[in-house]
């Protein structure tokens, strides 16, 4: 299975919990409609009782009978123990019970799963004994590429123990780092204000250093995050960003077909003047996409009213639009309703990037099916 197939089969899982999770009340109804489809997108036979097991026996001391949701069999050997819970269960309820069973098995992975969220455990810490941490978490509500990459790794014909456990130590302690620098983004603890003060600006750390201090390190910690980011558009946009030009007979076509969507105006003296902004809008809209498609076959064309960014250069498949307004600005996106989404800097556009893939996921098969 090629990676991107793999990609979009996740992604259709993960629109499929969307679809579901308030209909599921039980965790028999959430193994029947989202786990074992999760499985089988991995690559297992889930109907096949020799390689996928279901209420498997992982007896725990004298306790007889205890069985684990299923057990996954790669190749003759019992690689993985899955526990489900129903899709409105709190994981954290239930961590203990996948740990009785892993010391009593010969798997080398856990998995806990309510459906929507996925937690892989490992002996990284003492062998045969399955970690207090899971070494990844997946939401499919907020499924990274990143993620995806990791979680390919489980894909059947992909899986490789020693593979999978050398890289877990590093993405656990990873993950671990970046929550923490995460958590320092939205507020500094007073450790990391006493580091800072210490090793930057050779400062003692009294308390009232500490309270100066304080919003000026997490300011800067900020600062610091965006200019990155901002940086790696602006390379983004210097190296990849393309399009073709646009004339004034294609923007008089992209206005006639569309000037009955929307009454507002950019604010102009006659000619459409695309704006830095709005070639940054574009440019994370390419980034966000990468890995869908040829970054080719994203164009925008520029109007009075909105900035459109499309597939295949068709006005008919755009995928967003895009609004500067003096006190507002937002994307509208091309699904079933013509979301609206509120956005502050055209980098901001990148934290809808699941629901921009869906799109692209969604014009891409209309085109297929034709």
């Given at each position: ?30 193994k ?158 007073e ?13 003692r ?9 304080t ?22 946009l ?55 498609l ?59 990037s ?17």
């Amino acid at each position: 299975m090629e990676k991107d197939e793999f990609a979009q089969k996740i992604r259709t899982i993960a629109k499929r919990v969307d679809q579901l999770k308030d209909s599921l009340k039980t965790e028999e109804a959430t193994k029947n409609s989202i786990i074992m489809p999760f499985f089988q997108s991995l690559g297992y036979d889930i109907f096949n009782p020799l390689e996928f097991i279901p209420e498997y026996t992982a007896d725990v001391g004298i306790k007889k009978g205890e069985k684990v949701d299923y057990a996954i069999v790669i190749n003759g050997k019992l690689q993985i123990l899955v526990e489900c819970k129903a899709i409105n269960e709190d994981l954290n309820n239930h961590d203990s019970q996948l740990f009785r069973y892993f010391g009593t098995t010969d798997a080398k992975f856990g998995i806990l799963t309510n459906g929507e969220e996925y937690r892989f455990f490992t002996d990284l810490d003492n062998e045969n004994k399955m970690d207090s941490e899971p070494f990844l978490t997946i939401h499919l509500g907020l499924l990274r590429d990143s993620q995806i990459s990791e979680l390919f790794r489980f894909v059947k014909d992909n899986f490789d123990e020693d593979s999978i456990s050398s890289s877990a130590s590093q993405l656990k302690y990873t993950n671990q780092f970046r929550d923490y620098l995460t958590s320092q983004l939205k507020s500094v603890d007073e450790e990391y204000v006493r580091f800072i003060l210490s090793k930057v600006f050779n400062q003692r750390a009294t308390q009232t250093n500490i309270e100066q201090f304080t919003p000026i390190i997490q300011a800067g910690f900020v600062q610091a995050i965006q200019e990155e980011v901002n940086d790696k558009l602006s390379s983004a946009l210097n190296s990849s960003v393309s399009s073709t030009p646009i004339t004034q007979s294609s923007k008089a076509e992209s206005k006639n077909d569309e000037e009955s969507e929307s009454t507002d105006e950019k604010p102009d003296d006659g000619e459409i003047v695309t704006t830095p902004a709005e070639i940054e809008a574009y440019t994370t809209v390419k980034i966000i996409l990468r890995d869908q498609l040829d970054e080719e076959r994203v164009f925008y064309r520029d109007n009075k009213s909105y900035f459109n960014v499309l597939l295949d250069d068709n006005i008919r498949k755009w995928i967003l639009r895009v609004y500067f307004r003096k006190n507002r600005n937002w994307i509208e996106l091309h699904d079933d309703t013509d979301t609206q989404i509120d956005f502050v800097h055209p980098i901001d556009i990148y934290k809808n990037s699941e629901k921009i893939k869906d799109v692209v996921a969604h014009l891409a098969s209309d085109d297929s099916s034709k």
